[in-house]
């Protein structure tokens, strides 16, 4: 049994055999958050991983399916926070996913510098310059806007927890790209992998997939575009792989 607060329901995971505490009015993943968990390189048995701006834990749940290594959210929301903890134990997975309420310039101090194999980041994407812009639900105003955390922070935290030759790897808007490649250089994250993702052919792309390696040698491969959906506005076999684990 799970304890649900409000409008909260219980939703599966796609494909997978588990289950997360979602909310319409407090948080619900999105697609960005599903193609940054299968698009990060993890190791498949040990390692330590940390993903930031955690949400409702979706990221590492999903990494759970992926590694058997340790993973360790930060969310600076405690009712995100809480609702990830619930869904962890829920899924019974408490002795490899760890949640910590942290805003995440806090983190490298509580958990250590320099020690992670993995991060992973979906940062609130929009640069605000007026509060009239901002959205007037507070968890989604903190969750999409840089309102507690900048890009920068993002990345330079990322950079002060990864290991020398870890991964980093993002999700964001290609509007962003030059700044985020000039930020991971600028803290010791070489980019090594990009894709772009598009809503379908003939359409500009609408999401970025970076992946660095701390300290890394220059060597960047632009991958092959993703496609979400065919022109009947069905998914594309690809995009239905891994939303559902079947072409």
Do not use: W
């Not at 588990?18 to 048995?45: H, W």
């Not at 619930?86 to 490899?96: A, E, F, M, V």
């Amino acid at each position: 049994m799970v304890n649900l607060i409000g409008d909260e329901r219980l939703d599966y995971l796609l494909a997978e055999k588990l289950k997360i505490i979602q909310s319409p009015t407090v948080f619900s993943f999105s697609l960005d958050a599903v193609l940054l968990a299968n698009f990060v390189s993890v190791p498949m048995k040990k390692g330590k991983l940390v993903d930031l701006c955690s949400g409702n834990g979706v990221i590492p749940l999903f990494l759970s399916l992926r590694t058997k290594g340790t993973i360790i959210g930060v969310e600076i929301q405690e009712r995100l926070y809480d609702m990830a903890n619930r869904s962890i134990l829920y899924n019974n997975l408490q002795d490899r996913i760890k949640m910590i309420h942290r805003d995440i310039k806090d983190a490298p101090a509580e958990l250590g510098y320099e020690k992670y194999d993995v991060i992973t980041c979906n940062p609130p994407y929009f640069q605000t310059d007026s509060l009239e812009e901002i959205n007037g639900n507070e968890h989604l105003a903190i969750a999409r806007h840089e309102l507690l955390c900048t890009l920068e922070d993002t990345i330079r935290i990322s950079s002060q927890l990864a290991k020398q030759g870890g991964k980093v790897a993002f999700v964001h808007r290609p509007g962003r790209l030059l700044d985020m490649i000039t930020l991971m250089r600028q803290y010791r994250l070489e980019p090594k992998r990009i894709r772009f993702v598009y809503p379908k052919q003939g359409k500009e792309a609408n999401v970025l997939l970076v992946e660095a390696i701390k300290d890394g040698k220059p060597d960047l491969k632009i991958l092959p575009p993703l496609y979400v959906y065919q022109d009947t506005n069905e998914y594309t076999e690809e995009m239905s792989h891994i939303l559902y684990g079947k072409n």
